[in-house]
């Protein structure tokens, strides 16, 4: 993927979890502050349905990042980040993809990677209703494990439950 503006012209290349961003800084001497960040790669943990969930906002996402590089004076972008993890925007429902920003000055430039967990999600993915999950307790009759697995099953393509 190749990005370019008035301030940056790169190259962004994803090899499985790793980022390679190559490029130059247009007129880097004029610039106090210039550099690259992302979030926090995804937390992998043992519960798969806690397991690289989005961050809920910006500030836990990039909380001690280690996918950080400062443009030196020479305006070169040679790194190479861990892959990002998405947020959420500060209205909790938009969510932003795998960000990879670069920070010039005032001017902040977001290039969006692909969604590598687009299912994992803090909110309902189709009607943004909390109470999305909690429909199939009233949707799904007790019964025995069969019975339950079954109805589950048939809610879940009816309904659009998770």
């Given at each position: 993927m190749n990005f370019t503006?008035?301030?940056i012209s790169c190259a962004i290349s994803v090899n499985g979890i790793s980022v390679n961003i190559k490029g130059t800084l247009n007129n880097p001497s004029i610039y106090k502050k210039k550099c690259v960040i992302a979030p926090t790669p995804a937390n992998k943990i043992t519960s798969f349905s806690g397991s690289s969930l989005?961050?809920?906002?910006?500030?836990?996402?990039?909380?001690?990042?280690?996918?950080?590089f400062e443009i030196k004076d020479d305006g070169?972008?040679?790194t190479i980040f861990q892959y990002p993890n998405s947020y959420y925007s500060p209205d909790g429902i938009t969510k932003i993809k795998s960000p990879i920003l670069f920070i010039i000055d005032?001017?902040?430039?977001?290039?969006?990677l692909e969604d590598l967990c687009p299912l994992k999600?803090?909110?309902?993915?189709?009607?943004?209703?909390?109470?999305?999950?909690?429909?199939?307790?009233?949707?799904?009759?007790i019964g025995t494990a069969e019975e339950k697995?079954?109805?589950?099953?048939?809610?879940?393509?009816?309904y659009n439950i998770a």
């Amino acid at each position: 993927m190749n990005f370019t503006n008035e301030f940056i012209s790169c190259a962004i290349s994803v090899n499985g979890i790793s980022v390679n961003i190559k490029g130059t800084l247009n007129n880097p001497s004029i610039y106090k502050k210039k550099c690259v960040i992302a979030p926090t790669p995804a937390n992998k943990i043992t519960s798969f349905s806690g397991s690289s969930l989005p961050f809920p906002n910006e500030e836990i996402a990039f909380q001690n990042t280690k996918n950080f590089f400062e443009i030196k004076d020479d305006g070169i972008i040679d790194t190479i980040f861990q892959y990002p993890n998405s947020y959420y925007s500060p209205d909790g429902i938009t969510k932003i993809k795998s960000p990879i920003l670069f920070i010039i000055d005032d001017n902040k430039f977001i290039i969006e990677l692909e969604d590598l967990c687009p299912l994992k999600t803090l909110r309902d993915r189709k009607r943004n209703d909390p109470s999305f999950y909690a429909l199939k307790e009233i949707l799904v009759p007790i019964g025995t494990a069969e019975e339950k697995m079954n109805n589950y099953s048939s809610a879940k393509i009816k309904y659009n439950i998770a």
